[in-house]
């Protein structure tokens, strides 16, 4: 999914506010990519960018009540929340980072068992968490190395990228926001069944 500006949320919805769109139906926020018509007006919009690439990521624990998704309030950001933890994880054995823009924490702690431990909490009282489940690491990496995948597959084979903009290289102030998929498939291969 391919994340929406707010006039076109506004427009689509028929509000005059898109925050308030998307706290009541938070879904709106989102264009799906297998949505020829949708992602072609997401990408004619003038305020397409590398911020729109974002993704809704969902888990599901085994009784189906989400772990993450639109009901645990989330920027939901592939580059500036995921990706980043999992660089840190894939170096550390753990992460902390921002979560979104709110002042929430995305943290993951890799056991020796091949669990990760994945919490989101709020920053500024850490007692109050919004989710945390451990999770098989290399099923939970491996899905979103996946939808990484299909992210890159469906965006540079089916549409016509705006002229400027390197869609396999984001940047922000600078530094680069990517991590090598060949790499990132090569570490979570090597994790324990």
Wanted: net charge negative; proline share 5%; hydrophobic share 40%.
């Amino acid at each position: 999914m391919l994340l929406k500006p707010g006039s076109l949320i506004e427009e689509e919805t028929g509000t005059d506010n898109w925050l308030i769109a998307v706290t009541q139906q938070p879904e709106v926020q989102y264009a799906d990519v297998n949505d020829r018509n949708q992602i072609n007006r997401l990408m004619m919009s003038r305020k397409f960018g590398l911020d729109a690439l974002q993704m809704a990521i969902h888990v599901f624990d085994d009784s189906g009540q989400p772990l993450i998704g639109y009901e645990v309030p989330s920027g939901l950001n592939i580059w500036h929340d995921y990706l980043k933890a999992i660089g840190k994880l894939l170096e550390q054995g753990k992460a902390s980072v921002g979560y979104g823009i709110d002042p929430y924490l995305l943290e993951m702690e890799q056991f020796a068992n091949g669990h990760l431990r994945f919490t989101i909490l709020l920053e500024l009282v850490p007692h109050h968490i919004l989710t945390q489940f451990t999770i098989h690491a290399r099923t939970f990496l491996l899905e979103i190395l996946r939808s990484i995948e299909f992210l890159w597959i469906k965006m540079l084979r089916e549409y016509p990228i705006p002229s400027g903009l390197d869609i396999t290289r984001p940047k922000d102030d600078g530094e680069e926001l990517f991590i090598e998929i060949d790499a990132l498939r090569k570490w979570v291969s090597e994790l324990p069944e």
